[in-house]
């Protein structure tokens, strides 16, 4: 696959970029090592003045680094701006707190002394999609670096110009060299960094398919690895719902990065009490929303980030009214330069479609009509995802019941589910398994050491 910026509001080629070639890689990986031995050393503070110091120029530049996401993948330039934006918020957490999430732990126990001590792994591959071609690097690499790792960092094939920009920041803040580095490679080039010796852990956010793979040859070498994958997250509303709030935030929630989002809320499970009003309101709100240049600041909806999986959306639209569902608004490709799908609504969806059983990656809702929140649950979970989940109601025991019950890593009760530096994201089932962010997510990759002293 070639390395290339692709203009996703054009179709136009902006740049690109030759693969490091073998040599390159084994130089890289040298640089890596030679690098850890020095970060591993430098103190806590060091690596907060630094972590800051990243922040710092993420608020200066936000401007022009939104244009590089925007540009190379479609994203809305003002939420392109809020992801840098949280990118320099991530940073300044773990800056603030990583002394506190990573000091030595102490534990009674018939020795002296006994504590555990959190200490680095080494080099950590970090492999990232394109959908938030900032904020899934900086979720990773602010916590890898404050613990003392090093990263390496096999960026999408059509964001090479966020990669390059995104190392360019960690150097100017002054991390050592070879603390964190981008690798322009092809996919095929990647298993052999996963095998070499050098490389300590992997983790990866993308699809279960490239997970299962990634996961596979980390665990032939005994690597650790933290895998964020794909999710089909239920929006579940209840009667005693607020429901002109549930239906702000559940256009929002579908539509969020023109839909290309794992926790993009995509199975609108409903009340019958509420399911007709509910169901039309949210037409019409996608109905409404303004598509076009994501550029232009009054865009609601832009384009989705590629020929190909602008194909795979329309296929699985095609596939699931074929099977049946009902096509409410949307259903077909805009005929404009660029990838632009409308804003498309199924009800009456059959089990085994397209729209119930897989995740589909562009603004595509799919309605479930139940009776009460218990069948609400039953659909809910029967999925092969397990990543979020957002329900709406008002009622104590419902919001118990849902808590309680719904099979995934996060559940926002009267919210849309969102990462938040302070929280642990991530799920079950084949959405993943690990933790990013939170103290969870410093910890994942580091060595949890017994300390006994008689």
């Given at each position: ?22 040599r ?93 001590r959190?200490?680095p ?7 990232m ?24 960092l ?17 150097r100017r ?17 990647t ?61 929002k929630?579908r ?26 309101q949210?037409?019409g ?63 009456d ?6 729209a ?8 595509v809702a ?6 009460n929140a ?6 809910a ?74």
């Amino acid at each position: 696959m070639a390395i290339a910026s692709v203009n996703p509001a054009t179709g136009e080629i902006l740049r690109s970029f030759d693969a490091l070639d073998a040599r390159q890689i084994e130089s890289k990986l040298a640089t890596a090592e030679r690098g850890f031995a020095i970060h591993r050393r430098t103190t806590l503070a060091e690596r907060a003045r630094q972590m800051n110091a990243a922040a710092d120029l993420l608020a200066a530049e936000e401007n022009s680094l939104a244009r590089i996401i925007t540009l190379e993948m479609g994203k809305l330039m003002s939420a392109s701006v809020d992801e840098v934006q949280k990118c320099a918020r991530g940073c300044r957490y773990y800056a603030e707190h990583a002394e506190t999430l990573l000091s030595d732990q102490p534990i009674t126990s018939v020795a002296r002394r006994s504590f555990i001590r959190y200490q680095p792994m080494g080099v950590v591959l970090a492999i990232m999609p394109w959908n938030f071609p900032f904020w899934q690097v900086f979720r990773f690499a602010a916590p890898t670096l404050m613990a003392g790792n090093v990263g390496l960092l096999k960026h999408a094939a059509n964001v090479p110009q966020c990669a390059l920009a995104i190392e360019d920041i960690f150097r100017r803040a002054g991390f050592a060299e070879g603390s964190f580095q981008t690798l322009l490679i092809e996919t095929e080039a990647t298993k052999g960094v996963i095998e070499d010796a050098r490389v300590k852990a992997v983790t990866l956010t993308g699809s279960d398919r490239a997970g299962s793979e990634v996961a596979s040859a980390a665990a032939r070498h005994i690597k650790k690895s933290v895998l964020e994958l794909g999710g089909s997250d239920p929006f579940i509303v209840m009667p005693s719902a607020q429901l002109t709030a549930a239906i702000d935030v559940g256009v929002k929630a579908r539509t969020i990065n023109t839909g290309q989002s794992c926790i993009a809320a995509k199975r609108f499970i409903v009340a019958d009490a509420v399911f007709d009003e509910y169901l039309a309101q949210f037409v019409g709100r996608m109905r409404s929303l303004k598509l076009g240049d994501p550029m232009d600041r009054t865009t609601q909806i832009g384009p989705i980030a590629s020929e190909q999986i602008l194909q795979c959306v329309d296929a699985q639209v095609k596939a699931s009214t074929a099977a049946g569902a009902k096509l409410l608004i949307g259903g077909k490709r805009v005929e404009r330069p660029g990838f632009y799908y409308e804003p498309t609504v199924l009800t009456d969806i059959p089990h085994d479609s397209p729209a119930a059983r897989e995740e589909i990656f562009g603004p595509v809702a799919a309605f479930f009509r139940v009776r009460n929140a218990e069948e609400a649950v039953a659909i809910a979970n029967d999925s092969v995802f397990g990543l979020g989940a957002s329900a709406w109601t008002n009622e104590a025991a419902e919001q118990d019941l849902f808590a309680a019950e719904l099979d995934c890593g996060m559940v926002f009760i009267n919210a849309m589910v969102a990462s938040d530096p302070r929280l642990p994201f991530g799920g079950i089932k084949r959405s993943g398994f690990g933790r990013e962010l939170g103290a969870e997510g410093i910890r994942e990759f580091v060595n949890v050491k017994t300390v006994v002293i008689p």
